[in-house]
Nanobody, 126 residues
Framework: QVHLVESGGGSVQAGDSLRLSCAASGLTFSNVVMAWFRQAPGKERHFVAGISWSGDRTEYADSVQGRFTISRDNDKDTVYLQMKVLRPDDTAIYYC???????????????????WGQGTQVTVSS
């Protein structure tokens, strides 16, 4: 079975930094596209960042460009989201997603991804 497990969420103040991790199992990790999405209360799940199987291509939502960095360590079967200069509107449940289609655009919408983690809460207060 495929499992994605997020960790690293928590409550921080505006301007702080936080790093999320997503550990994958049941996949050939080096052969999957990975992405982070987030869902705030009362809103739909939206794309945050994506990364190709090799890590040579990354994409970001406009709202996090320059503040967030997605990376992956294929030896550890883990993808990361380094978040800096956090803002209250970054508050959401953050989910990692994976797909085995290597042709999938890393900016693909949520419905294109086949595997999902359970989410980790990030709360940013002012």
């Amino acid at each position: 079975q495929v499992h994605l497990v997020e960790s690293g969420g928590g409550s921080v103040q505006a301007g702080d930094s936080l790093r999320l991790s997503c550990a994958a199992s049941g996949l050939t990790f080096s052969n999957v596209v990975m992405a982070w999405f987030r869902q705030a209360p009362g809103k739909e799940r939206h794309f945050v960042a994506g990364i190709s199987w090799s890590g040579d291509r990354t994409e970001y939502a406009d709202s996090v460009q320059g503040r967030f960095t997605i990376s992956r360590d294929n030896d550890k079967d883990t993808v990361y989201l380094q978040m800096k200069v956090l803002r209250p509107d970054d508050t959401a449940i953050y989910y990692c997603a994976a797909d085995e289609d290597l042709f999938l655009n890393v900016r693909a919408p949520a419905y294109e991804f086949d595997y999902w983690g359970q989410g980790t809460q990030v709360t940013v207060s002012s």
